[in-house]
């Protein structure tokens, strides 16, 4: 703050109406001054209240978000285990189908062999 105390009296004080008169001029001035740097203060408290709130808006969108994220990630998951499961599926019918085309081949052959060897 501003407020200075006064060491030592401008004036003399010889009892005359002006030293007093100028006594409480610098008091009103300084008396002034301290209220402007109050106000002053003030709008920069306003200021950082402010700020802080918004602050505190944001973290909470980025708690939001992170939980968004969280949730979106076990969903990912599960749907990463279902394509797993339907990718193993795929493999054994696969196989399955060679094998039946195979045993279908063996007969289709052997049938084809026997034929022949009969004639």
Do not use: C, W
């Not at 003399?12 to 209220?35: C, V």
């Not at 085309?101 to 062999?113: E, K, R, T």
């Amino acid at each position: 703050m501003s407020y200075v105390p006064l060491k030592q009296p401008l004036l003399e004080d010889d009892g005359s109406f002006d030293y007093e008169e100028t006594l409480l001029s610098e008091r009103n001035e300084q008396a002034k001054h301290l209220a402007q740097d109050i106000y002053h203060l003030k709008g920069a408290m306003d200021d950082l209240k402010m700020m802080v709130d918004e602050q505190g808006e944001m973290l909470v969108q980025a708690d939001n978000n992170v939980t968004t994220a969280d949730l979106e990630i076990e969903y990912g998951v599960e749907e990463l285990e279902k394509a797993y499961v339907y990718k193993s599926r795929s493999k054994k019918r696969i196989i399955i189908l060679v094998v039946v085309i195979l045993l279908i081949l063996a007969v289709v052959i052997g049938a084809s062999i026997k034929f022949f060897v009969k004639k």
